[in-house]
């Protein structure tokens, strides 16, 4: 999350330009925690589903990918 968020700053945007993403868990017993962290930082309307599915690196237990698009 640390890293989307710097990446979209870097394009001076923020998690409000998000347009549709997706968070792919390897083990769903971890939704809660990417939960937690939304609740804790704001972000409980991002509009990304999350989806039990395999890792592209075998030591990642969660990835997000998003779309954003920069409001004016």
């Known amino acids: 999350m640390k890293v989307v968020k710097a990446i979209l700053q870097s394009r001076e945007m923020n998690w409000s330009d998000v347009t549709r993403g997706t968070a792919y868990f390897k083990h769903l ?11 804790e ?3 409980t309307q991002l509009p990304v589903p ?11 237990l969660f990835e997000i990918e998003v779309d954003a698009v920069k409001q004016d």
């Open 41 to 43: 930082h704001g972000l």
């Open 50 to 60: 999350a989806a039990q599915n395999d890792i592209c690196r075998d030591d990642l």
């Open 29 to 39: 017993g971890d939704l809660p925690i990417y939960d937690r962290y939304c609740r």
